[in-house]
């Protein structure tokens, strides 16, 4: 009974190697993304109580670490998940892990570090555990590779491990060095993938998809800003205006992703599309979080500094990660004709957001001209498309 129960019900990982290009996203997966839509929500949140320097500095770094645990687990399940019990048993742990975290979120700079770096090392326990179950049955020329990758996780446990016991402000620059440590990990498993012969590394279907729905969850984050704003002060027609003004930045950013990086395959070694995933929607989370002190000064003469900077610094930053972004697809050069043109145009409108920033309008002259900043890369984008002499060559995974 119990090898039956193991045949059919407890299987072992699929090994590197083996992954399912024309998967589907699970409705495992949609579910345990719903996890972190609350620890974003948790984080922006106390974002958008502290806009000051420090206050974006530790928000981008617990954001971080909440984008790296998503990347682990999104990587794990896509390359090796099944739909058998096993899979099903460890994402549920994780998801419970999470939820745990979500609670020390909110003051993972202060107080609540503690509990948020021991809720953290256990989350990479789990993890860890997962991809040596993967080692365990790699065949030889994965070895080096996935033992470089294992070293690093068993690093990161004791490193996590050893911070709950730092001092607030110390802890969270240990947190930045390793966020920083652990995007040059990334990197350097590429290169090394590279190096060994008969290893491809190449984003799946579904993995593009996840890309693309954890783009979506921090968009939510716009709306719950305005929304939130909206209800904590009086309704009054500037308020009103500012906030529904306010959600054309989400669409903005959305139109701009969805249109052109969205649903499109990556070049060969992704690792950098993957990354550039990190600032995009660290900017579109924060953006979120400034709309609320948007709209509750939006009777005010000119938007407040702290607001219009984080705001404004939001935009710039996700339209130069969108530039990265692109220029990993492998549609850049297929369809340079429009490409090629967004570029200095988004470079440009990064510019013009930060100046915008710095001019500090009205809250809703503010939001208005953000939304106008993000309108240009889309117009330049559709003239580009109506000279092309076949339209429907832009679709995703086209060719």
Same mark, same amino acid.
Do not use: C
């Given at each position: 009974?119990?090898?039956?129960?193991?045949?059919?019900?407890?299987?072992?990982?699929?090994?590197?190697?083996?992954?399912?290009?024309?998967?589907?996203?699970?409705?495992?997966?949609?579910?345990?993304?719903?996890?972190?839509?609350?620890?974003?929500?948790?984080?922006?949140?106390?974002?958008?109580?502290?806009?000051?320097?420090?206050?974006?500095?530790?928000?981008?770094?617990?954001?971080?670490?909440?984008?790296?645990?998503?990347?682990?687990?999104?990587?794990?399940?896509?390359?090796?998940?099944?739909?058998?019990?096993?899979?099903?048993?460890?994402?549920?742990?994780?998801?419970?892990?999470?939820?745990?975290?979500?609670?020390?979120? *909110?003051?993972?700079?202060?107080?609540? %570090?503690? !509990? #948020?770096? +021991?809720?953290? @090392?256990? =989350?990479?326990? $789990?993890?860890?555990?997962?991809?040596?179950?993967?080692?365990?049955?790699?065949?030889?020329?994965?070895?080096?590779?996935?033992?470089?990758?294992?070293?690093?996780?068993?690093?990161?446990?004791?490193?996590?491990?050893?911070?709950?016991?730092?001092?607030?402000?110390?802890?969270?620059?240990?947190?930045?060095?390793?966020?920083?440590?652990?995007?040059?990990?990334?990197?350097?498993?590429?290169?090394?993938?590279?190096?060994?012969?008969?290893?491809?590394?190449?984003?799946?279907?579904?993995?593009?998809?996840?890309?693309?729905?954890?783009?979506?969850?921090?968009?939510?984050?716009?709306?719950?800003?305005?929304?939130?704003?909206?209800?904590?002060?009086?309704?009054?027609?500037?308020?009103? *205006?500012?906030?529904?003004?306010?959600? %054309?930045? !989400? #669409?903005? +950013?959305?139109? @701009?992703? =969805?249109?052109? $990086?969205?649903?499109?395959?990556?070049?060969?070694?992704?690792?950098?599309?993957?990354?550039?995933?990190?600032?995009?929607?660290?900017?579109?989370?924060?953006?979120?979080?400034?709309?609320?002190?948007?709209?509750?000064?939006?009777?005010?003469?000119?938007?407040?500094?702290?607001?219009?900077?984080?705001?404004?610094?939001?935009?710039?930053?996700?339209?130069?990660?969108?530039?990265?972004?692109?220029?990993?697809?492998?549609?850049?050069?297929?369809?340079?004709?429009?490409?090629?043109?967004?570029?200095?145009?988004?470079?440009?409108?990064?510019?013009?957001?930060?100046?915008?920033?710095?001019?500090?309008?009205?809250?809703?002259?503010?939001?208005?001209?953000?939304?106008?900043?993000?309108? *240009?890369?889309?117009?330049?984008?559709?003239?580009?498309?109506?000279?092309?002499?076949?339209?429907?060559?832009?679709?995703?995974?086209?060719?």
């Amino acid at each position: 009974m119990f090898s039956l129960f193991k045949q059919r019900f407890w299987l072992p990982p699929r090994a590197h190697g083996e992954a399912i290009e024309d998967r589907t996203v699970s409705f495992l997966e949609l579910f345990y993304d719903l996890v972190y839509v609350v620890v974003i929500a948790r984080a922006a949140h106390e974002l958008a109580l502290h806009l000051t320097w420090r206050g974006v500095g530790e928000f981008a770094t617990v954001f971080g670490l909440i984008w790296l645990a998503w990347l682990n687990g999104t990587t794990y399940y896509d390359l090796h998940g099944r739909e058998d019990g096993r899979t099903r048993t460890f994402v549920f742990l994780q998801m419970l892990t999470l939820a745990l975290l979500a609670v020390f979120t *909110a003051d993972a700079a202060g107080d609540g %570090g503690r !509990g #948020f770096a +021991i809720v953290y @090392t256990v =989350f990479l326990l $789990i993890l860890t555990w997962l991809w040596y179950s993967v080692r365990r049955q790699d065949s030889e020329e994965y070895m080096g590779l996935t033992g470089q990758y294992l070293s690093g996780m068993v690093v990161s446990v004791i490193f996590m491990g050893a911070s709950a016991f730092l001092p607030d402000g110390a802890r969270t620059v240990a947190w930045a060095v390793f966020l920083v440590t652990w995007v040059g990990l990334w990197m350097s498993i590429e290169r090394l993938a590279r190096r060994e012969p008969g290893i491809a590394f190449e984003a799946t279907d579904s993995l593009v998809e996840r890309f693309g729905l954890f783009t979506i969850i921090v968009l939510g984050e716009v709306v719950v800003g305005v929304v939130t704003g909206l209800s904590e002060v009086e309704r009054t027609v500037e308020a009103v *205006a500012t906030g529904m003004i306010g959600l %054309g930045i !989400g #669409f903005g +950013i959305w139109w @701009t992703y =969805f249109d052109y $990086i969205g649903g499109r395959r990556p070049r060969s070694g992704p690792s950098g599309w993957m990354v550039s995933h990190l600032p995009i929607t660290m900017a579109i989370a924060a953006s979120g979080a400034a709309m609320i002190s948007l709209v509750e000064h939006a009777g005010d003469e000119r938007a407040p500094a702290a607001t219009a900077w984080v705001l404004a610094g939001s935009v710039a930053v996700a339209l130069v990660a969108l530039i990265g972004a692109m220029r990993e697809l492998r549609d850049f050069e297929r369809l340079s004709s429009v490409y090629r043109p967004l570029v200095p145009t988004l470079a440009g409108a990064a510019v013009a957001a930060l100046l915008v920033g710095w001019l500090r309008p009205a809250p809703w002259l503010l939001v208005l001209t953000l939304v106008m900043v993000l309108g *240009a890369p889309w117009w330049v984008a559709v003239d580009r498309w109506l000279r092309l002499d076949d339209p429907g060559s832009i679709q995703p995974n086209a060719g």
